[in-house]
């Protein structure tokens, strides 16, 4: 499951790719121009950026150039157009970008770029992983999860230990994607109880719109009416 912004000024643009991307698993932010995108890799590093290269503001491929001077540009960058040219493709790739896609997006190359583009973060991260110091008496505190670079605070591993008796309950003989609805329906219940069933304070929580809590929320069966009703 990976963290991916996807910038573009065109909203049917941006919930298109965000319920594709939703529905994989990932999660997902959104910026409809330049200075929210800014504002976004700020906050954290994203494992994949999809960029669109005409926007008001400021054109994808300045704002690619903008994150390479100032060092920003560690992630996987795609951009994304239905108007560029070879040569707009090309100085973007020679600027850092992974990848291009061209609209209109189909669902199928959508994924194959996402996941072809995540791919190119596996090797630093072995190679961090194998130069890491062994722990020995297999002392495994939590040092290596909280080291994941794009980590929400939300998921910051202090208030995951307080349900790690639910987490423990969670078989690791299941699918992975069975693992991990079970995962993420324990992890929205502890926020929806954290914050008194508040879908604002659980969507700033967590990091996600509330359109897309919402449908998280019911395609993971939790009904979130009924209990904030409840309470």
Same mark, same amino acid.
């Given at each position: 499951?990976?963290?991916?912004?996807?910038? =573009?000024?065109?909203?049917?643009?941006?919930e298109?790719?965000?319920?594709?991307?939703?529905?994989?698993?990932?999660?997902v932010?959104?910026?409809?121009? !330049?200075?929210?995108?800014?504002?976004?890799?700020?906050?954290? &590093?994203?494992?994949?950026?999809?960029?669109?290269?005409?926007?008001?503001?400021? =054109?994808? %491929?300045?704002?690619?150039?903008?994150?390479?001077s100032?060092?920003?540009?560690?992630?996987?960058?795609?951009m994304? +157009?239905?108007? *560029?040219? @070879?040569?707009?493709?090309?100085? !973007?790739?020679?600027?850092?970008? @992974? =990848?291009?896609?061209?609209?209109?997006?189909?669902?199928? &190359?959508?994924?194959k770029?996402?996941?072809?583009?995540?791919?190119?973060?596996? !090797?630093?991260?072995?190679?961090? *992983?194998? !130069?890491?110091? @062994?722990?020995?008496?297999?002392?495994?505190?939590?040092?290596?999860?909280?080291?994941?670079?794009?980590?929400?605070?939300?998921?910051? %591993?202090p208030?995951?230990?307080?349900?790690?008796?639910?987490?423990? +309950?969670?078989?690791?003989d299941?699918?992975?994607?069975?693992a991990?609805?079970?995962?993420?329906?324990?992890?929205?219940?502890?926020?929806?109880?954290?914050?008194?069933?508040?879908?604002?304070?659980?969507s700033?929580?967590?990091g996600l719109?509330?359109?897309?809590?919402?449908?998280?929320?019911?395609?993971?069966?939790?009904?979130?009416?009924?209990?904030r009703?409840?309470?």
């Amino acid at each position: 499951m990976a963290r991916i912004l996807v910038v =573009d000024d065109e909203i049917g643009i941006r919930e298109l790719l965000s319920e594709i991307l939703y529905d994989e698993g990932h999660t997902v932010q959104l910026a409809e121009n !330049a200075a929210q995108a800014r504002e976004a890799r700020l906050r954290g &590093r994203p494992d994949l950026v999809l960029l669109d290269i005409w926007m008001p503001d400021t =054109d994808g %491929v300045s704002l690619l150039k903008e994150w390479a001077s100032q060092g920003l540009l560690d992630m996987p960058v795609v951009m994304m +157009s239905g108007h *560029a040219t @070879v040569d707009t493709a090309v100085e !973007a790739t020679r600027i850092g970008a @992974v =990848d291009f896609l061209e609209k209109p997006i189909t669902m199928q &190359r959508l994924l194959k770029t996402v996941a072809s583009g995540l791919e190119r973060t596996v !090797a630093p991260k072995a190679l961090a *992983a194998a !130069a890491r110091p @062994v722990v020995q008496g297999g002392d495994r505190r939590p040092e290596a999860t909280t080291m994941v670079p794009g980590m929400a605070p939300a998921m910051a %591993v202090p208030e995951v230990e307080q349900d790690e008796s639910q987490l423990g +309950s969670i078989s690791l003989d299941l699918p992975l994607r069975e693992a991990r609805d079970e995962f993420e329906r324990i992890y929205f219940e502890y926020h929806l109880r954290r914050e008194n069933h508040s879908m604002t304070r659980v969507s700033e929580r967590t990091g996600l719109e509330r359109t897309h809590l919402y449908r998280k929320l019911k395609q993971l069966g939790i009904d979130s009416s009924r209990k904030r009703n409840q309470s």
